[in-house]
């Protein structure tokens, strides 16, 4: 190049003396010859040009400005023009950048400073046929307040101006660049899911029972055998409550007391053929109940329930399996797995009460009482009603109080759950806490 160059030897190993065959040296140097080629960095704001376009680099003649450069390239139809300065100021001022190529036969680092440019697309058909557009009131006003702000405003209000002129968009010198932005946009929007994807995977994640969307019959809508198993009904045993003489005596079997099931379960055997199946549906029901109360510490070991349970040991496995979470790499000192309770077995668990309750009361369920059964508020009781597919609809103290079972729930006004067909399940929220 003609030019002095500055260069300097680093030893990898920081060792000069030694002995070690391994030891390689690379020789450092700082090119600072002006050659014809000049490495840029350069970002493009918006349009990027084809990966083969060429570029050519102007110096600024003035020795004062001697630092500054220009960068051009043009295609067919539109050019690039990237410069290092703006409002009379360098770019990222105070940064400096350098551009290294290592030459592995000579083991030398050859680097040299490279300018940073911004380059932004120019539009050539509208380059020529812009002209001078007419101008309402309102903007030359607003022209004339910036250009006073310039000349006398303070710092700040100078620096607020040339922000605002920066972030301006005019939408003739990107008519071009429609095509190009288009694509760009199809490209991210192509792997965004659809609607009808996002609604399937809600509807594969929703904690409730086996479904049927489309039917138009109230009592198609929930698979029953899905909810009650006929493998798992069978070892419910209902005949201590079919042969009992008097509440009193199958009150004391009871799992769980609750003034709801235990009106169904007195209404069911005061028939002369008491409908067994449906006995045995309000008998699971209390199970239900009674796992939502045990404590995470009790569910620990699964025969450690079956006596608060009272249920058989194939009827409480189910209950473990379905609304229970074995927890991963732990086991109890006989060997059998450690479970516990996570929010979505929860709530997997209450769903099912809610539509058990639903089936055995003519799909019509009031949140007070659910409500009073689980210990949980009314408003929980209302969210896990409306998340298995009920409306909620206003109703009476009075309603409340000749419909319901349950003292504490005939206190005031209140709502009532109804399940329809087909089944509408409450859209998402857009805003999840």
Not at 393 to 414: D, F, H, P, Y
Request: charged share 30%; net charge positive; glycine share 4%.
């Amino acid at each position: 190049m003609g030019s002095k160059r500055k260069s300097s030897e680093r030893n990898d190993d920081n060792d000069t003396g030694s002995n070690n065959k391994g030891t390689s040296k690379v020789k450092v140097v700082i090119d600072n010859s002006k050659a014809k080629i000049q490495p840029v960095i350069a970002t493009f704001t918006s349009a990027v040009p084809p990966a083969a376009s060429a570029f050519i680099t102007y110096k600024c003649v003035d020795k004062k400005q001697s630092n500054r450069c220009i960068v051009v390239s043009e295609t067919e139809k539109v050019e690039y023009v990237g410069q290092n300065f703006e409002d009379n100021k360098l770019l990222l001022k105070g940064c400096k950048y350098l551009v290294g190529v290592h030459d592995k036969a000579s083991g030398t680092v050859t680097f040299r400073k490279a300018p940073y440019v911004r380059v932004n697309p120019v539009v050539k058909s509208m380059k020529g046929s812009l002209g001078v557009p007419d101008r309402d009131i309102t903007s030359r006003v607003a022209e004339a307040r910036n250009e006073l702000g310039e000349e006398f405003g303070s710092k700040k209000r100078k620096s607020q101006l040339r922000a605002e002129e920066r972030n301006k968009i005019d939408i003739n010198t990107v008519q071009d660049s429609k095509s190009i932005i288009e694509a760009s946009i199809e490209l991210r929007s192509s792997s965004m899911p659809t609607a009808q994807t996002i609604k399937a995977q809600e509807d594969i994640g929703r904690p409730v029972p086996k479904y049927n969307p489309t039917t138009t019959e109230v009592s198609e809508i929930y698979d029953m055998e899905d909810l009650l198993p006929k493998e798992v009904s069978g070892y419910i045993d209902v005949t201590a409550f079919v042969k009992a003489k008097d509440p009193n005596e199958y009150r004391k079997l009871l799992p769980s007391r609750s003034m709801f099931v235990e009106k169904k379960i007195q209404r069911v055997l005061e028939h002369e053929k008491p409908d067994v199946l449906q006995l045995r549906r309000l008998l699971y029901l209390l199970y239900l109940m009674r796992f939502t109360a045990l404590p995470r510490s009790k569910i620990q070991r699964r025969e450690d329930c079956l006596e608060t349970l009272k249920c058989s040991p194939e009827v409480a496995q189910i209950l473990f399996d379905r609304f229970a979470e074995c927890v991963a790499g732990s086991v109890n000192p006989d060997g059998s797995p450690v479970y516990t309770k996570t929010p979505a077995a929860e709530s997997r668990l209450i769903c099912h009460i809610c539509v058990l309750m639903l089936s055995v009361n003519n799909w019509i369920m009031y949140p007070a009482e659910l409500a009073a059964d689980l210990s949980i508020p009314s408003k929980k009781a209302e969210k896990y009603l409306a998340s298995v597919g009920c409306k909620l609809e206003s109703v009476t103290a009075g309603e409340i109080s000749a419909q319901t079972m349950n003292k504490l729930v005939r206190s005031g006004a209140g709502k009532k759950a109804l399940l329809k067909a087909p089944i509408k399940f409450p859209k998402a929220s857009k805003y999840r806490r």
